[in-house]
C-alpha cells in the first residue's frame, strides 16, 4: 500500500490494552485520512456524552503525511466537544504527525478511562501505558521537558486535568489541538500525554510524477502574496493580518460592541518582528514556516490571539498580549476561547480585564477556581449564568474568531452553517473576502455566497482529510493537492472527486449534530450583528447585517445541501447510504 | 448573478476573445441558471450541473487557434501545454476532445475533464472554462486558454508552419482584419503626479482601463504602480486591469504595514525596480506578441531546459532585454530590476514586459512599442523563416 499505513492504534484506557487493527482499504479511499478518517471512525459512538469514558479520541493523520508534500506534516484530533456538542475536529500541525505516520499508523484510537494518570507511549511497533503520576499537574513545558527522549509528545495541561471546556491538547512543538476542548476529554480520560516516536519511511506509488506535483504547488506557493510575499505570512505569520482587518474595518473589539482599534498598530506583524526580534518557525517539513517565535523559541502569537488578547478585550500592550498567549500553551487553553469570554466578562461586570488582571484570570480559568470556576465553561455558559445570554458571541456556543461578521457576509454565513461551531476555518471565506484568493468576492454582499460557503466547506473538509494546511490554498488548489495524492497513492483523485469525498464528510458530521438536536435553531449568530452597526470609517460603511437577507441565503444553504428547511436531514437512513 | 453573467457576457464581447454570438453562461446557487445561444446554454447547465461548482462558460473563441492546436497534435495527444509562464503556472495543461470522441450529449466527457481541470477544448464547441465559486473566475479561466493558445499556435506556427488546410486563410483573415494596430496616440495622461492620493488612484485607474481598451493586455493580465511620497500604489492580487477603483493597496516602502498582503504578487518586482531605477511609475502586462517571441531563442548547445526560470543570460529584442524568472517570490523579482533601467522596459521569459516612466506616458508608450516590435519581428520571421542548415 502507498501512502496510507493501513494500521489503526487502538487503545482501552480502561483495560490498559493497546492493539493494532488493519483499517479496510475502502475506508482510506473513502474518507482519504484526517478529519474524514476521524470523523468515519465515529459512526457508532457520536452519541455519547463527550465525557463519556467510552466516547473516542481519536488521532489520525493522512496520506501525505511522511511524504515531502508541502505542509502535509498534519493530522486531526477528532472527538465531541464538550464545550459545543458538536462533532469536533481539530487540525494540527508540528512533528507530532509526523513521526506518528512513522511508527507505522493512520489512526490512534481512545476510549475508556484510566484509574491513575498514565501516558501512551509509542515507539515504532511497540506501544505502551505508563504512569503519569509524576506529571499530572505539570504544566505543558515542564511535562514536554520530563517526557524528553520518547519523541514527540502531544500533552494536556492543568486545564485539560480540570476539565476546563476549551482547554487544548497542546503539541511539545508549541502547536495545539485548539477551540473545542478536546483538552478536557484527554484530561477526563486520566490521559496526561501521548508521545510518539517512529520514523518509518511512506512509500510514493510515483516518485516522478510526485516531484512534478510538488514543484507546481511550490511555483503556486511563490505567486501568492499571502504566502510569500514580502507582507504575507511567511515573513509576519497571521498577524499580518491585524493591519488589514484594521483597514477594512472589521477587528472585534470591545466583545464585538465595535470593529475598529485604534491601537491595533502595537501588535501587528511588523510591530512584534521588531518587539521580539521574531524568527521563521512552522511545522515539520513546511516550506512556509508560518509560525513566528522568539530567538528562544518562545512561540508569539498567531492573528487571533493579538486580537482578541488586544482590541476585543481593550487592551494595546504588545507584552501583556504575549504573556497572555505564552500562558495559554503553557497551561493548555484555547486562546481565542479564553479571551472572548474573558471579553464578555468584561462587558458583563461593565469593565474589561485591565492588563494586570488578564493572567489572575487565566490561572483561575485553568485551576477553575473564583471567578475562573464560571468561566471555564465559556462564555456561553457564563452570560447564561449571568443571564446576559446576549453577551456570548459565540455560534454554537464556540467563541467567534477574529473576523467581525459585519464586514464579510460570507464568513458570517460560514459560522452559522459550520458544523464545530463559530469557527473561521470550515468554510474560511476570508480567503476570497478579503485575500482576494483564489478570486475576490464582494464582502458585502449575499450574493452566490450560499453556493461558495458550500463548496468550500467540502473542499475543506478535503484538505484536513489530506491533511494539509488551510494556508497553502492561498497559492495552490485541489488540482495540484490532488496530483500529489495520485503520486502518492496511486489511486486516481482529482479536485471534483475531492470535493465529492469532503461532501460526504460534512454531511456525516452535520447528521451526528442533527441526531443529537441541532438544527437551524442552532445555525444564528449573535443578535448583536443584526442590531448593532460596526465602526466605519475611512470611506467604509459596516452596517448591521440584514437579518431577512442572511436568512434568506442560509435557507438557500439548506436547499443546495439537500436539507429540511429547519437544517434537518429528510433521509434518516443517510448514514446508511454511506462507507 | 445574473448581473454577473451580463457582465461577463458582455466582457467576452468586448475583449475579442469569443464570438458574440457563440457564449453561454451557466451559474447555480440554489437554482441553475443559464443565458446566452440556446444550444451552448443547454449544454453548459447540463455541464455544470454535474460539478461542485459555481460557474461556467461555454464559448467559441474569436479565431479558431484552440482548434488547429488540436488538428496539428498527434493521434496520441489529449492535451496541450502551454509555454508561457502565466498560464503554465495556473492551467498546467489544457486538455482536449475531439468531434469524433463526443457523444450526442458530450456533457459528462467535459464535466469528467473539467474536474481535473480549469478549462478545456471540445472541437466544433470552444473553450468550456469552470469557475469554482464565481463567474468572474470562469470568465478569467475562459481567458487564460485562449492567451494559452493563442501564445501557443503563434509559437508553433513560427517552428513548424501551416500544415492543416484553411489553416493559412484563416491566419491571413487573422493578421489583416482581427489584429488592430496598437498605439498610445489620442490618451491622455497627467504629464506629473501631483503626490495627493486621490490623484494617483485616479492616474492608475485610467491607465489600467487603456491597456485593456486598445487591446494592449487582457484585463487580468498584467499590474500597475506608482510611488510617491515613500508610499507604493499598486494594483491589487487578482485585480482587473480594467477596473482598478477600489483596488488598489497603498504599501509603504518600509513595510511599517501590512496592509499590501493583498497587493500584486509582483509587489517585491516593483519595489526593486523602484529602488534601482528611481522611476515613478511601473506598468507590467502580458501583450502576446511579446510573450511568444521572449520564447525564441536561437542558442544552439544550450543545456538548459527550464530556461523561463533557469536561464541566467539577458538576450535583447529590439534593444530590450529578456530575461528568465518565475513570477512572485521566484526570480523575477531579482532579475528584472539591474536590466529595466537601461532602457525602461524588460520582457521576462514566457511571461510579459515591465515598462517604467517618471509619467504613465512614457511607460504605456515603452509597451506599445515593444509589443509593436516583437509583432512585426512575428511577421517577419513567419514570412521569411531562416532557412533550415
Same mark, same amino acid.
Given at each position: 500500500m502507498y501512502g496510507w499505513t493501513g494500521k489503526i492504534l487502538r487503545v482501552d484506557l480502561t483495560t490498559g490494552q493497546c492493539h493494532r487493527e488493519q483499517i479496510p482499504v475502502d475506508l482510506l479511499h473513502a474518507y482519504l485520512g484526517g478529519r474524514g478518517l476521524g470523523v468515519r471512525l465515529m459512526r457508532d459512538r457520536f452519541r455519547l456524552d463527550p465525557m463519556d469514558p467510552e466516547m473516542p479520541l481519536i488521532f489520525a493523520v493522512g496520506p501525505l503525511c511522511g511524504t515531502s508534500s508541502p505542509t502535509a506534516a498534519r493530522m486531526a484530533c477528532v472527538s465531541r466537544s464538550p464545550l459545543t456538542g458538536t462533532i469536533y475536529d481539530c487540525s494540527a500541525g508540528g512533528r507530532f504527525a509526523w513521526r506518528m505516520k512513522g511508527c507505522g499508523l493512520d489512526a490512534i484510537f481512545i476510549t475508556g478511562k484510566s484509574k491513575e494518570p498514565v501516558y501512551l507511549s509509542v515507539y515504532g511497533d511497540l506501544a505502551s501505558l505508563c504512569p503519569a503520576g509524576e506529571l499530572w499537574g505539570k504544566g505543558i513545558k515542564e511535562t514536554v521537558l520530563l517526557l524528553q527522549g520518547k519523541g514527540s509528545v502531544a500533552a494536556v495541561g492543568p486545564a485539560g486535568e480540570n476539565g476546563v471546556l476549551f482547554a487544548n491538547i497542546m503539541m511539545g512543538e508549541g502547536n495545539s489541538i485548539g477551540r473545542g476542548g478536546l483538552g478536557a476529554v484527554m484530561g477526563g480520560k486520566g490521559l496526561k500525554a501521548i508521545t510518539v516516536n517512529g520514523t518509518a519511511p511512506v512509500a510514493i506509488s510515483a516518485p516522478e510524477r510526485f516531484n512534478e506535483a510538488r514543484n507546481d504547488v511550490m511555483r503556486l506557493f511563490r505567486a501568492s502574496p499571502v504566502i510569500f510575499g514580502e507582507l504575507g505570512i511567511a515573513e509576519y505569520g497571521t498577524p499580518a493580518l491585524v493591519d488589514l482587518m484594521a483597514q477594512r474595518r472589521m477587528a472585534p473589539t470591545n466583545n464585538f460592541q465595535?470593529? !475598529?482599534? $485604534?491601537?491595533s498598530g502595537n501588535y501587528s506583524g511588523p510591530a512584534i518582528r521588531k518587539e521580539f526580534h521574531a524568527k521563521k518557525d512552522g511545522c515539520?517539513?513546511? @516550506?512556509?514556516?508560518?509560525k513566528k517565535s522568539t530567538p528562544d523559541h518562545e512561540p508569539l502569537p498567531e492573528y487571533e490571539t493579538v486580537n482578541h488578547f488586544g482590541a476585543l478585550n481593550g487592551i494595546s500592550d504588545l507584552h501583556s498580549i504575549v504573556r497572555a498567549n505564552s500562558l495559554c500553551n503553557e497551561l493548555g487553553m484555547d486562546t481565542i476561547s479564553a479571551a472572548a469570554t474573558l471579553s464578555a466578562f468584561g462587558e458583563e461586570r461593565g469593565r474589561f480585564p485591565a492588563v494586570e488582571e488578564v493572567p489572575g484570570l487565566l490561572y483561575d480559568i485553568a485551576f477553575r477556581r473564583a471567578e475562573g470556576l464560571l468561566l471555564s465553561l465559556g462564555s456561553r455558559k457564563f452570560a447564561e449564568q449571568r443571564h446576559? @445570554?446576549?453577551?456570548?458571541?459565540?455560534?454554537k456556543s464556540l467563541e467567534l474568531p477574529a473576523y467581525d461578521p459585519r464586514g464579510a457576509y460570507g464568513m458570517a454565513l460560514a459560522y452559522a452553517t459550520s458544523n464545530r461551531g463559530g469557527?473561521?476555518?470550515? $468554510? !474560511? @471565506?476570508i480567503s476570497h473576502e478579503i485575500l482576494r484568493k483564489p478570486v475576490p468576492t464582494d464582502r458585502f454582499s449575499f450574493s452566490g455566497k450560499a453556493r461558495i460557503i458550500k463548496i468550500a466547506e467540502d473542499v475543506n473538509a478535503a484538505v484536513d482529510s489530506l491533511v494539509a494546511c488551510k494556508f497553502a490554498f492561498f497559492g495552490a488548489t485541489l488540482e495540484e493537492y490532488g496530483e500529489l495524492l495520485s503520486a502518492v497513492t496511486g489511486v486516481e483523485y482529482g479536485p471534483e472527486v475531492l470535493k465529492t469525498i469532503g461532501e460526504r464528510i460534512y454531511l456525516t458530521e452535520r447528521f451526528y449534530n442533527c441526531e443529537n438536536g441541532f438544527s437551524l435553531a442552532d445555525d444564528q449568530l449573535p443578535g448583536r450583528f443584526f442590531t448593532e452597526p460596526g465602526t466605519s470609517g475611512d470611506g467604509i460603511d459596516v452596517p448591521p447585517i440584514d437579518r431577512e437577507r442572511f436568512e434568506e441565503e442560509l435557507q438557500k444553504y439548506y436547499r443546495i445541501r439537500g436539507l429540511n428547511e429547519d437544517g434537518t436531514f429528510a433521509d434518516p437512513s443517510f448514514l446508511e447510504r454511506q462507507p | 448573478m445574473k448581473d454577473q453573467i451580463a457582465k461577463y457576457t458582455s466582457k467576452l464581447v468586448s475583449d475579442r476573445s469569443a464570438m458574440p454570438e457563440r457564449i453561454a453562461i451557466a451559474a447555480q446557487d440554489d437554482v441553475l441558471l443559464t443565458a446566452g445561444a440556446d444550444d451552448l446554454a443547454a449544454l453548459a447547465g447540463a455541464i455544470l450541473s454535474k460539478l461542485n461548482s459555481l460557474a461556467l462558460v461555454v464559448a467559441r473563441p474569436s479565431l479558431p487557434f484552440a482548434e488547429f492546436l488540436i488538428g496539428r497534435a498527434s493521434a496520441d495527444e489529449s492535451c496541450i501545454l502551454p509555454q508561457d509562464t502565466e498560464t503554465r503556472t495556473f492551467l498546467h495543461d489544457i486538455p482536449f476532445l475531439r468531434r469524433e470522441e463526443l457523444a450526442a450529449d458530450p456533457s459528462a466527457q467535459i464535466a469528467r475533464l473539467l474536474g481535473s481541470r480549469k478549462g478545456v477544448i471540445v472541437e466544433g464547441v470552444g473553450i468550456v472554462a469552470v469557475g469554482a465559486i464565481t463567474v468572474e473566475q470562469a470568465y478569467i479561466n475562459y481567458s487564460s486558454v485562449f492567451h494559452s493558445t493563442f501564445v501557443k499556435y503563434l509559437q508553433d506556427l513560427l517552428a513548424e508552419g501551416f500544415r492543416l488546410p484553411g489553416e493559412q486563410e484563416s491566419f491571413d483573415s487573422f493578421r489583416n482584419e482581427w489584429l488592430r494596430p496598437l498605439s498610445a496616440e489620442g490618451l491622455e495622461f497627467r504629464e506629473e503626479l501631483s503626490g495627493h492620493r486621490d490623484d494617483i488612484l485616479n492616474e492608475i485607474e485610467r491607465v489600467g482601463r487603456y491597456t485593456v481598451e486598445r487591446g494592449l493586455v487582457d484585463s487580468f493580465f498584467g499590474n500597475i504602480s506608482v510611488q510617491a511620497g515613500g508610499v507604493i500604489y499598486i494594483s491589487q492580487t487578482a485585480a482587473s486591469l480594467d477596473e482598478l477603483a477600489g483596488c488598489i493597496d497603498p504599501v509603504p516602502t518600509g513595510n511599517t504595514s501590512t496592509t499590501g498582503i493583498t497587493a500584486s504578487s509582483e509587489l517585491l518586482a516593483h519595489r526593486k525596480i523602484f529602488e534601482e531605477t528611481g522611476a515613478t511609475v511601473i506598468l507590467h502586462g502580458h501583450p502576446k506578441f511579446a510573450v511568444i517571441m521572449s520564447m525564441l531563442c536561437e542558442t544552439s548547445g544550450c543545456t538548459i531546459t527550464d530556461c523561463w526560470k533557469d536561464c541566467p543570460h539577458v538576450r535583447t529584442l529590439g534593444g530590450t532585454p529578456v530575461v528568465a524568472g518565475e513570477i512572485g517570490a521566484g526570480g523575477l523579482a531579482k532579475r528584472v530590476p539591474p536590466v529595466i533601467g537601461r532602457t525602461g522596459s524588460a520582457i521576462v521569459y514566457g511571461h510579459g514586459v515591465f515598462t517604467i516612466g517618471e509619467g504613465f506616458r512614457d511607460a504605456f508608450a515603452a509597451m506599445v512599442d515593444v509589443e509593436n516590435f516583437c509583432r512585426s519581428e512575428f511577421f517577419r520571421r513567419l514570412d521569411f523563416p531562416a532557412p533550415i542548415s
Open positions: 465595535s470593529t !475598529y482599534f $485604534a491601537d515539520y517539513g513546511c @516550506p512556509i514556516q508560518c446576559r @445570554p446576549e453577551l456570548s458571541m459565540t455560534v469557527c473561521h476555518l470550515r $468554510a !474560511y @471565506p | -
